[in-house]
């Protein structure tokens, strides 16, 4: 896919995938906004063949945020492919990506790229773990088996991989192979590539509109396919430890 032929480029895409979010796409664009104020950015919001208003909603938000952007699916194509049609078609070197429903906070952003930037030169991704996390005790029960099952098999170091802020560079991103779900396994996925992770604390939110993508009883079928895939790819990886030119 194409990049945008605007100049000159944002230092920051912000992606944003979203699928039945008019509700919450908007005020979520206008957060995003008011977050970045100051910085170099845009903001690419992927609709993933939504069936409600979310499309024209973010349209007509574009002369407001002139740094607005919305990509759009034709069929409905998950989360993870969402995520990566932003990471294309996004002009920034680096990239943050939060969760449409507006239970990231954007206002974390900011500090994720800051660790970013001001890291060594190996890190590849500064990862968001929720705090406080405002959502079910069933849903919470099941991240926290999910995780540690995860971390113990991958030994990733993350422990929350389902947060979806995230901020990392752009390049790293486009190296690592593609697979439905691989948002969830990006930290074990960026270390096989020979890169550096790191995590910070940050703020989560209640859901106030629309309604939850996932079931806990779902999520696990698909984890258990995937856990196994990473697993095979991680034993298949062979790291050369840098490349020097002679």
């Given amino acids: 896919m194409a990049r945008s032929p605007q100049s000159p480029s944002p230092d920051i895409s912000v992606v944003v995938p979203v699928f039945d979010e008019e509700g919450a796409a908007p005020a979520l664009a206008r957060e995003i ?61 680096i990239v943050v990506t939060l969760d449409g429903d507006g239970q990231n906070d954007p206002a974390d952003g900011p500090k994720l790229v800051d660790a970013l930037t001001a890291g060594p030169p190996g890190l590849a991704m500064v990862g968001g773990e929720r705090v ?32 979806g802020l995230k901020a ?45 993508k996932y079931t806990n009883l779902g999520r696990l079928w698909v984890s258990l396919s995937d856990l196994m895939g990473v697993i095979w790819l991680q034993s298949r990886a062979r790291n050369p430890g840098g490349v020097d030119e002679v």
């Fill in 33 to 93: 906004a008011a977050a970045f104020k100051g910085r170099s950015f845009e903001m690419v919001f992927v609709d993933d063949a939504s069936r409600d208003g979310t499309r024209a909603a973010l349209a007509a938000l574009r002369t407001e945020i002139p740094q607005l952007r919305v990509l759009a699916h034709r069929r409905n194509a998950g989360q993870s492919r969402a995520i990566r049609t932003g990471v294309l078609g996004a002009r920034g070197q």
């Fill in 132 to 163: 406080k996390r405002q959502d079910s005790q069933a849903k919470k029960v099941a991240s926290r088996i999910g995780n540690g099952v995860r971390k113990r098999l991958l030994k990733d170091t993350a422990n929350d991989t389902g947060c």
């Fill in 168 to 212: 990392f560079r752009r390049e790293a991103f486009i190296r690592l192979p593609y697979f439905d779900h691989i948002h969830r396994y990006l930290p074990a996925l960026m270390v096989r590539e020979g890169y550096e992770t790191a995590f910070l604390p940050v703020n989560h939110r209640h859901r106030t509109t629309g309604r939850s």
